[in-house]
């Protein structure tokens, strides 16, 4: 009878162990992109196909990570290039533009999604910015100067993606860090190695432009319609407009629409441009 009892016990600690397993597994809900990208290599000075593997966590994002989901199964990042915001070296982006024949376009604007993270509300998603880590790009206010004050624009991102190059703990809680990136996989760390030599390395070309909005800021009108703001984009060497003539925010308005720089990196033959040189091929849910 003890005997039985005893393994009687044992069978129910097992059952237990595997129930509280599946229950952990369970609460992870990660979703994986292929990530396939064309990118220069100066070694081989050419354009080369590498793939990225990026794991989202939905349990501590979900409303971003199931808009993310959406837009890559429609195919809305193939084609958006990787560039530098100059106000924002230390991290590499992705998802707002896209190269066409020399001129830098916008992408479709997607709605904005709520906030994801401390500052918003929601305590889950508590994954850091640091390299390796995957953001949702946001705006924030004028007359806040900075993100960490604003109430007004925690729901402002859309389908940005910022990838930091090293860490930066001040955007910790104020944004929504919703993927990574295994960088101690090889074939993941070769790739990611070499998009950000081609746009920050010692070797890396690029051309500059000049981001700016013009019109009168409406505040009747969507987030997808900027506000009524005319996005306008230039090479920087063509940019000449008086001050007065863009828009500058002020009192609450969203600061996404002020002038900035952009790098983005190309490729040349004899000193030629030949194209952009880091670039979105396609991505798909594994």
């Known amino acids: 009878m003890k005997r039985f009892k005893k393994i009687f016990i044992n069978v129910i600690a097992v059952v237990m162990l595997?129930?509280?397993?599946?229950?952990?597994?369970?609460?992870?809900?990660?979703?994986?992109?292929?990530?396939?990208?064309?990118?220069?290599?100066?070694g081989s000075s050419a354009m080369v196909e590498?793939?990225?593997?990026?794991?989202?966590?939905?349990?501590?994002?979900?409303?971003?990570?199931?808009?993310?989901?959406?837009?890559v199964q429609d195919g809305y990042y193939n084609d958006?290039?990787?560039?530098?915001?100059?106000?924002?070296?230390?991290?590499?982006?992705?998802?707002?533009?896209?190269?066409?024949?020399?001129a830098i376009v916008k992408n479709a604007v997607k709605p904005a999604i709520t906030g994801e993270f401390e500052k918003g509300g929601v305590i889950g998603s508590n994954l850091v910015s640091e390299e390796g880590s995957i953001g949702?790009?946001?705006?924030?206010?004028?007359?806040?100067?900075?993100?960490?004050?604003?109430?007004?624009a925690r729901d402002s991102g859309s389908s940005t993606w910022y990838m930091p190059t090293s860490s930066i703990s001040g955007y910790n809680g104020w944004f929504c860090v919703f993927a990574l990136v295994d960088l101690e996989n090889e074939d993941n760390s070769a790739t990611w190695e070499l998009l950000k030599a081609t746009l920050s390395g010692e070797n890396a070309s690029y051309v500059e432009y000049t981001v700016y909005y013009t019109g009168e800021y409406d505040e009747d009108k969507s987030f997808e319609e900027n506000h009524g703001l005319t996005f306008n984009c230039v090479e920087s060497d063509d940019f000449d407009l008086d001050a007065g003539e863009y828009f500058d925010a002020?009192?609450?308005?969203?600061?996404?629409?002020?002038?900035?720089?952009?790098?983005?990196?190309?490729?040349?033959?004899?000193?030629?441009?030949?194209?952009?040189?880091?670039?979105?091929?396609?991505?798909e849910m594994v």
């Open 250 to 283: 002020e009192n609450g308005q969203y600061t996404c629409y002020n002038k900035y720089t952009l790098k983005v990196p190309v490729y040349k033959v004899n000193n030629a441009v030949k194209g952009v040189g880091a670039k979105i091929v396609s991505m």
């Open 18 to 42: 595997a129930v509280m397993s599946i229950g952990l597994t369970a609460c992870e809900d990660i979703r994986t992109i292929k990530v396939t990208v064309s990118v220069y290599d100066s």
């Open 136 to 152: 949702l790009w946001r705006s924030w206010v004028e007359n806040s100067n900075s993100y960490s004050v604003s109430d007004d």
């Open 50 to 71: 590498k793939v990225l593997y990026v794991d989202m966590y939905r349990h501590l994002a979900p409303d971003t990570v199931d808009a993310i989901t959406g837009y």
């Open 80 to 102: 958006a290039m990787f560039y530098i915001n100059e106000n924002h070296s230390s991290q590499i982006m992705m998802g707002e533009y896209k190269y066409d024949n020399g």
